[in-house]
C-alpha cells in the first residue's frame, strides 16, 4: 500500500503552525483595529518600533517558551537580568577608587567581568534545574525562589540602588552599537539571531525535538531513552544564559547595572508565550509563536499608550488579552479537530 | 421493593467495539447472598461484562436486571448508588484521610456543616470491626497495608448497602495470610445480606470461596454452575479454554545460538528469584494471568524499576535505565501504548524516530527527508492504515497506534525487542499482522520477548515458554513439543508443578524464606 | 515459627517507634523554629540594646507593630491554606488585597460609613474569588496561569482607580481622610492592637475548626488527596473548590481593609508579595503541594515567622538585605516541605 502525501494547508500543517498562522491573524487584525483608532499608528517607524521595543522581552521568551513546553515556568529570569547586569558592572568597576563602596569594583577587564557575569547567571539556572529536574519540585515555586535571590543579590551588591561610576568605557559599547550606517541597534540584532537560532532548534534539532517529546509525554519519553533531567538542566542552563545575555546589553545601554531592572520581564515573557500559542500542558509551541505574541503585546501596548492611556492600563490589558488568547486558541483547537 | 431470588439477572447482554464483539449475547444469573465467581480467560469478555455494571462502558444490546428491575449505570458513581460497589486494584480510598473519614466519605451527618458524631458513623464502624477488628477508625489510611485498605472499602461499601460488591483479582497485591483473612471476610458477607461477584484466575481461590462459577470464552457464556458441582480443577479448565485450535506453530531449526541475555536470581518488590536465558534468535514468551509479574519483569530488565540480582546482556552487564538499555540494544513496547508508549499529540512522524534519532540526523541536525522516509517505510512494512506521515497519532485506531509503537522500538535497532502484552485491545486483523511481524523479526536474528496473558498468541508463535504465577518462574517449556494447554492454566492459576514432568521445570519456592 | 515472630514482633515495634518518632517531629519542628528565630531575634542586638527595653525584638513596642502588621497575612493564609489541601492554589491574592485596599479607602474618602464600605469591600472579594473559581474549575484553565491573569487583572484595576499623579487613595487638602479610618487596622483597642488584630484572631480559629471538624475541610482533604476517590463517593470537587476561591476572595478582602485601615491610605501596591508570603507560610507549614494534607494552625505559625524574620531582620541588616533574605527563606522552606512531606504518588 502506497501512502500518499496530502499537501492540503488544511490537513498537513501541524497544529503549531495553524496556531502561529492563527495569531498572526490576530496580529493583522488588531493592528488594523489600531490603525483606525488609534492617531499616527501608521507609520514605518512606528511598526519597526513595534519589533525592536520588546527585544529584551523576547529573548527572555526563548527560554521561557521552550520551558513551557514541557511544562515547566521559569520565573527568575528577570532576577537574573538584574543580577547579571549588576555583577557586570561590579566586576569591571575600578577597584579602590573611592570612599563611596558603590563606585568600587573589582578592577577587572570588561571581558572577564562580563564572562563572570554570565557564569553567575548560569548558576542561577543550576539552582532552578537542581530543586526542578532532580529533586522534583514544583517550578513555580523553585523560579520565584530564585527570582527573589537573583534579584536580592542584586540589591545587596548595589544597595538597593545601582553602580553605574568607575566604568569602564567599553562598558557602555555593546549596548549603544548600531550597525553601520543604520539605526538598528546591535542588541536588536543579537536578538533577531537568537530568534532565528532559536527556531532552528526547535524545528530542526534532535534536542529542540526531545523538548516536545518531553512536554508531550514524560513517561514515554522517559522509556524512549531520553535523559529527562539533563535536558530540563540544559534548559533552564540556556534560560538563564539568555536572561544573563540581556543583562549585560541592558546594563551596558544604560551604562548602568540596575538592581531594579527588569522588573516584571518574567510575566511580560511568559504573556508573549502564551500569547503564541503555547500550551502549559506541554509539548505544544513555538518560539515563531512567541515572536507574533511579542508584537501583539506591542500592538496593544502601543496603541494605549497613543490613545493616551495611563502606562497603568499595561497590566488590566495584559491580563485581559492573555485570557482572551488562551480561549480563542482553545476554540481554534477544538475547531480544528472537530 | 420485592426482594427476588436473583438479585442480578443478564438476558442476551451484548457490547460491540469496532470490529469486535466482545460480549455475545450472555445471559445468566446471580443468586442472592452469594459468592459468584467469574472466570475466563484474557480476551473471554469479563472485563468488559464488569465494566457494563460498574457503569465504566454501555451495553449494546440485552437487559440487565437488578432486583428485578431494569440498571443502567451511566457512570460508576451512579453504579454505587443503585447498589453495585466495586473493588479495583486501584485502591479507591483517600489515603491522607483516616478510616472512619473514608467510610463516611460522602454521606456525613452535619449540623450547618459540621460533622457530627452520629449513630451512623458507629454504625459504620461497627461493621468495619466485624470485619477485621484491628484497624483503628481514627489511623490514616496511609499507614495501612493493601489489604487492609481492600477491607475498609469492603466495609463502605457493606455499611451502604450495596446489594453487590464486585472485587476484580483482589488478592493480585496481598500476602498468603492477608488472603486468609479476606476470604474470611468474602464469605461472611453472605449473612450480611451482600452478594459478592469475585473475579480472579486463581482456580484455588474459586474452589474455596465460590457458591457458584461463571465460565467465559471468546465473548459468550459457556457456563454457570454451583462450585460444588465441579468436580476438579481440570474440568474448570476445560470449560475456559474449550477446544482451543492453535495456529500450527513451526519448531525453529538450526543448531541453538547463544545466549543474548542472561538473567540471574532477579528479586524485587514483586518478582521472586527470576532466572531465565534468552538465546539470539529465539522467542521467548513469558505467560501468565493478572498480578504473575510479567510487567514488572519488564520494567525490571529495561532498568525503570529496582531489583537485586544480575542481568546480563551481550556479555556485559546491562545498567539500569531505560537510556542505556536502549543504547545497549534493547526496546520495549510497553503495556500501555497510549500513555506509555506514545506520544499522542504528536503525528505518526513524530513517534517513529523518537528512541534513535541519530539515524535521521547528522550533527545533532534532523533530516527531514530522511524522517520522512523512514516513516514511509515503518507504515509501509507495517502496513499502518494511514494516508500521510503527518496524521496525530490519537487519531489512529488501536491496532495502528501499536504499529506505531512497534515501528518507534525497530526504528532503535535492537537486537532484544520486549514486547508487553503487545495485541491487547487490537483487533484480529491487525493481531495477526503483527505476529506476521514477530515472525519475520526472529528469522531476521532479532530476540524477542512476549510478555502475555493470551495463551493462543503465546503458543502461536514463542519457540520457548516461561509460566510466572505470583511472581515466580513456575515452569519452562519448549513450543513443539506436545503442549498441554491444560498443564499451563493449572500452573498460571496456581497449580502445583508436579516434578520430574517436564523438563527444565523450576521448582516453586514458598514464601517467608 | 515462634522465634521468627518474636523477632517480627520486636521489629514491629521498632518501627512503630520510629513512626511515632516521625510524627513528633512533624508536628513539633515548627514551633521549635518559631522559638529558634525569636531567641535568635532577641539575643542578635543584646549588645546595643537592653532586653525587652526599647528597639528590643521582644519590646512592646515591637511586639505590636509586628502583629499589626501580620494581621493581612493571618487573615489570608487559613484560607489560602484550605485552598491548598484542595490542591489548587491562587496567585492573584496579593492583587486581589491591593485592590479591597484600594476600595475601601476610595470608599472612605468618599463619604461611605465603616460597615457599609466594609460590606461592599467583602462583596468585591467575593466577586474576586469567584472569577478565579470560574476561570480554574468551570474553563479549566490552569490554576497557575488563571491566576496569574487575573492577578493582573486586579493588580491593573487597582492602579487605575487611584488617580493619576498620586500613589495611592489618600486624604489632601481638597478632601480629607476621616481620622476613624484607623479604628479598625490601627487604633489600640487591647494591649495596643487593633481590632483588626482580633478579627484575625477569630477568623484563623475558624477556619481551624473549619478545617478540622467541618465538611468543608474533609472534602479539600479529600478532593486535594484523590479526587477521583472523592467523586466517586459523591462530592461535587467543581463545587467545593469554587467555594474554596471564593472564601480565600474573602479573606483577602479582608486583609485589604486591614492595610488601607492601619496605613489610613489605599495603596495598589500594598499587597504585592502577599502571594509569596502566604506560599511560604504554607510551606513551613508542612502543607502538600499536591494537596491532601496540611494545617491551618501550622501555617499561622509559619506566617508568625516570616513576620518575625521579616521584622527582625530590618532591625538587624539594612533594607537592601530583604529580598535575598526572602528567597532564600523560600527556598529553605520548600526543602524543608521537601524532606517532612511526602507528595502523593500520581501515576
Known amino acids: 500500500m502506497e501512502t500518499k502525501q496530502r499537501h492540503t494547508i488544511g490537513r498537513s500543517i501541524s497544529n503549531e503552525s495553524f496556531i502561529s498562522i492563527f495569531m498572526v491573524g490576530v496580529l493583522v487584525v488588531l493592528f488594523a483595529v489600531a490603525c483606525a483608532f488609534v492617531p499616527n499608528f501608521y507609520l514605518p517607524k512606528n511598526m519597526i518600533n513595534l519589533i525592536t521595543n520588546n527585544w529584551f522581552v523576547i529573548i527572555l521568551g526563548i527560554g521561557v517558551t521552550f520551558l513551557l513546553i514541557t511544562g515547566n515556568f521559569d520565573l527568575s529570569v528577570g532576577g537574573t537580568i538584574a543580577l547579571t547586569g549588576v555583577l557586570s558592572a561590579y566586576f569591571c568597576q575600578a577597584a579602590n577608587v573611592s570612599q563611596n563602596a558603590l563606585a568600587n569594583g573589582l578592577g577587572l577587564p570588561y571581558g572577564v567581568a562580563v564572562g563572570l557575569a554570565l557564569l553567575c547567571a548560569m548558576g542561577i539556572g543550576a539552582i532552578n534545574a537542581f530543586f526542578i529536574a532532580r529533586l522534583k519540585i514544583p517550578s513555580i515555586i523553585i523560579t520565584l525562589g530564585t527570582m527573589m535571590l537573583a534579584r536580592g543579590i542584586a540589591q545587596v551588591i548595589t544597595r538597593g540602588a545601582q553602580r553605574n561610576t568607575s566604568l569602564p568605557d567599553v562598558f557602555g559599547v555593546l549596548g549603544n552599537m548600531s550597525i553601520q550606517g543604520t539605526s538598528i541597534k546591535v542588541s536588536v540584532l543579537i536578538m533577531i539571531l537568537l530568534v532565528v537560532l532559536a527556531f532552528i532548534f526547535e524545528k530542526m534539532t534532535v534536542s529542540g525535538r526531545r523538548t516536545y517529546l518531553i512536554g508531550a509525554n514524560p513517561v514515554a519519553a522517559r522509556l524512549s531513552g531520553i535523559k529527562v533531567g539533563r535536558h530540563l538542566t540544559s534548559l533552564y542552563l540556556i534560560s538563564a544564559l539568555l536572561a544573563g545575555i540581556t543583562g549585560i546589553l541592558l546594563a551596558s545601554e544604560f551604562k548602568a547595572g540596575v538592581s531594579s531592572r527588569a522588573s516584571g520581564y518574567e510575566f511580560d515573557a511568559l504573556v508573549i508565550s502564551l500569547l503564541g500559542g503555547v500550551s502549559i500542558a506541554g509539548g505544544f509551541g513555538s518560539v515563531l509563536g512567541m515572536f507574533v505574541g511579542a508584537v501583539i503585546l506591542s500592538v496593544v501596548t502601543s496603541a494605549a499608550t497613543g490613545l493616551l492611556l495611563s502606562p497603568d492600563w499595561q497590566f488590566t490589558l495584559k491580563g485581559v488579552v492573555t485570557f482572551i488568547a488562551i480561549l480563542a486558541q482553545r476554540f481554534a483547537l477544538d475547531r480544528r479537530k472537530g | ?513 | 515459627m515462634n522465634v521468627k515472630s518474636g523477632k517480627q514482633e520486636s521489629l514491629r515495634a521498632q518501627i512503630d517507634r520510629a513512626d511515632a518518632a516521625r510524627a513528633n517531629i512533624k508536628n513539633l519542628y515548627i514551633y521549635v523554629i518559631l522559638v529558634l528565630i525569636v531567641v535568635v531575634f532577641s539575643v542578635v542586638k543584646l549588645g546595643q540594646v537592653e532586653m525587652f527595653g526599647r528597639g528590643h525584638f521582644l519590646s512592646p513596642d515591637s511586639i505590636v507593630n509586628l502583629l499589626r502588621s501580620a494581621v493581612p497575612i493571618m487573615t489570608l493564609s487559613g484560607a489560602f491554606t484550605l485552598l491548598m489541601i484542595s490542591g489548587y492554589i491562587d496567585l492573584s491574592v496579593g492583587s486581589a488585597m491591593s485592590l479591597s485596599a484600594v476600595v475601601f479607602a476610595w470608599l472612605i474618602l468618599n463619604g461611605f460609613a465603616f460597615l457599609p464600605a466594609l460590606l461592599i469591600t467583602v462583596i468585591l472579594g467575593i466577586a474576586m474569588g469567584y472569577l478565579n473559581g470560574f476561570l480554574v474549575m468551570k474553563l479549566r484553565i490552569t490554576p497557575v496561569i488563571a491566576t496569574l491573569v487575573t492577578l493582573s487583572i486586579f493588580k491593573g484595576i487597582a492602579l487605575l482607580i487611584v488617580p493619576d499623579g498620586l500613589s495611592a487613595i489618600k486624604g489632601s487638602a481638597e478632601r480629607i481622610m476621616p481620622a476613624w479610618i484607623n479604628d479598625y487596622g490601627r487604633k489600640d483597642v487591647i494591649l495596643g492592637l487593633p481590632w483588626a488584630f482580633f478579627v484575625a484572631l477569630a477568623v484563623i480559629a475558624v477556619l481551624v475548626i473549619v478545617q478540622k471538624r467541618t465538611i468543608v475541610g474533609k472534602y479539600a482533604a479529600a478532593i486535594g488527596g484523590n479526587r477521583t476517590s472523592a467523586e466517586l463517593s459523591g462530592i461535587n470537587a467543581v463545587k467545593w473548590v469554587w467555594v474554596l476561591y471564593v472564601v480565600v476572595g474573602l479573606f483577602a478582602a479582608f486583609a485589604g481593609v486591614a492595610r488601607a485601615s492601619y496605613m489610613s491610605l489605599g495603596d495598589p501596591l500594598s499587597g504585592d508579595g502577599m502571594e509569596l508570603d502566604c506560599i511560604i507560610a504554607v510551606l513551613l507549614g508542612g502543607t502538600a503541594f499536591s494537596g491532601g494534607e496540611g494545617s491551618v494552625a501550622k501555617t499561622i505559625i509559619g506566617a508568625l515567622i516570616i513576620m518575625c524574620v521579616t521584622t527582625g531582620l530590618m532591625t538587624v541588616i539594612p533594607a537592601f538585605w530583604q529580598t535575598v533574605a526572602k528567597g532564600s527563606v523560600l527556598l529553605f522552606a520548600v526543602v524543608l516541605n521537601h524532606l517532612l512531606v511526602r507528595e502523593k504518588v500520581t501515576a
Open chain 2, 1 to 513: 421493593m420485592k426482594l427476588t431470588d436473583n438479585v442480578l439477572e443478564i438476558r442476551d447482554l451484548v457490547k460491540d467495539f469496532p470490529g469486535v464483539r466482545a460480549v455475545n449475547n450472555v445471559s445468566f444469573d446471580i443468586k442472592r447472598n452469594t459468592v459468584h465467581c467469574l472466570v475466563g480467560e484474557n480476551g473471554a469478555g469479563k472485563s468488559t461484562l464488569i465494566k457494563i455494571l460498574t457503569g465504566a462502558s454501555m451495553r449494546s444490546g440485552g437487559k440487565v436486571l437488578l432486583n428485578g428491575e431494569d440498571y443502567w449505570a451511566h457512570n460508576p458513581k451512579e453504579a454505587k448508588q443503585k447498589g453495585i460497589s466495586t473493588l479495583f486494584q486501584e485502591l479507591n480510598v483517600v489515603d491522607q484521610l483516616t478510616v472512619e473519614e473514608n467510610l463516611t466519605l460522602g454521606m456525613e451527618d452535619t449540623t450547618f456543616g459540621f460533622l457530627r458524631k452520629t449513630d451512623k458513623i458507629n454504625k459504620m464502624v461497627s461493621v468495619m470491626n466485624s470485619l477485621e477488628p484491628s484497624i483503628n477508625p481514627r489511623q490514616k489510611v496511609s499507614t495501612l497495608s493493601v489489604a487492609k485498605k481492600q477491607i475498609v472499602e469492603i466495609a463502605k461499601a457493606v455499611a451502604t448497602e450495596s446489594d453487590i460488591i464486585i472485587m476484580d483479582e483482589p488478592t493480585a497485591a496481598i500476602s498468603e495470610s492477608e488472603i486468609a483473612r479476606l476470604f474470611k471476610i468474602v464469605k461472611g458477607l453472605r449473612d450480611k445480606n451482600v452478594t459478592v461477584i469475585y473475579i480472579s484466575h486463581r482456580l484455588d481461590e474459586i474452589f474455596e470461596l465460590g457458591d457458584y462459577v461463571t465460565v467465559m470464552r471468546d465473548g459468550r457464556h459457556i457456563d454457570t454452575k454451583p462450585v460444588a458441582d465441579i468436580k476438579d480443577r481440570s474440568e474448570l479448565i476445560r470449560m475456559m479454554i474449550g477446544k482451543t485450535v492453535f495456529e500450527e506453530y513451526t519448531p525453529k531449526e538450526g543448531a541453538c545460538k547463544d545466549a543474548i541475555l542472561q538473567v540471574k536470581n532477579l528479586s524485587n518488590h514483586k518478582l521472586k528469584d527470576i532466572s531465565f536465558d534468552v538465546h539470539e534468535g529465539e522467542i521467548v514468551g513469558f505467560y501468565g494471568l493478572v498480578g504473575a509479574g510479567k510487567t514488572e519483569l519488564a520494567r525490571a530488565i529495561y532498568g525503570i524499576d529496582d531489583y537485586e540480582g544480575e542481568i546480563i546482556f551481550k556479555g556485559r552487564r546491562l545498567p539500569p535505565s531505560p537510556d542505556k538499555a536502549i543504547e545497549a540494544g534493547i526496546a520495549l513496547v510497553p503495556e500501555e501504548r497510549r500513555s506509555q508508549g506514545l506520544f499522542t499529540i504528536l503525528t505518526i512522524r513524530g513517534n517513529v524516530p523518537v528512541m534513535n534519532m541519530k539515524k535521521i540526523s547528522i550533527n545533532g541536525f534532523i533530516n527531514s527527508s530522511q524522517e520522512r522516509k523512514v516513516t514511509r517505510e515503518y507504515i509501509d512494512a507495517l502496513r499502518i492504515a494511514t494516508s500521510s506521515t503527518e496524521k496525530e497519532a490519537s487519531k489512529l485506531s488501536g491496532g495502528n497506534q501499536q504499529k506505531v509503537v512497534f515501528a518507534k522500538c525497530l526504528f532503535a535497532d535492537a537486537g532484544l525487542l520486549m514486547l508487553d502484552e503487545p495485541t491487547r485491545g487490537i483487533d484480529v486483523g491487525a493481531k495477526s499482522e503483527i505476529y506476521g511481524i514477530i515472525r519475520r523479526l526472529s528469522a531476521e536474528g532479532k530476540s524477542i520477548m512476549i510478555f502475555s496473558s493470551e495463551l493462543p498468541e503465546i503458543m502461536n508463535i514463542c519457540d520457548s515458554i516461561y509460566l510466572l504465577y505470583d511472581g515466580s518462574l513456575k515452569a519452562t517449556m519448549r513450543n513443539g513439543c506436545d503442549i498441554d494447554s491444560e498443564k499451563i492454566i493449572h500452573i498460571v492459576t496456581g497449580g502445583d508443578v508436579t516434578s520430574g514432568d517436564r523438563p527444565n521445570a523450576t521448582e516453586y519456592r514458598g514464601r517467608g524464606d
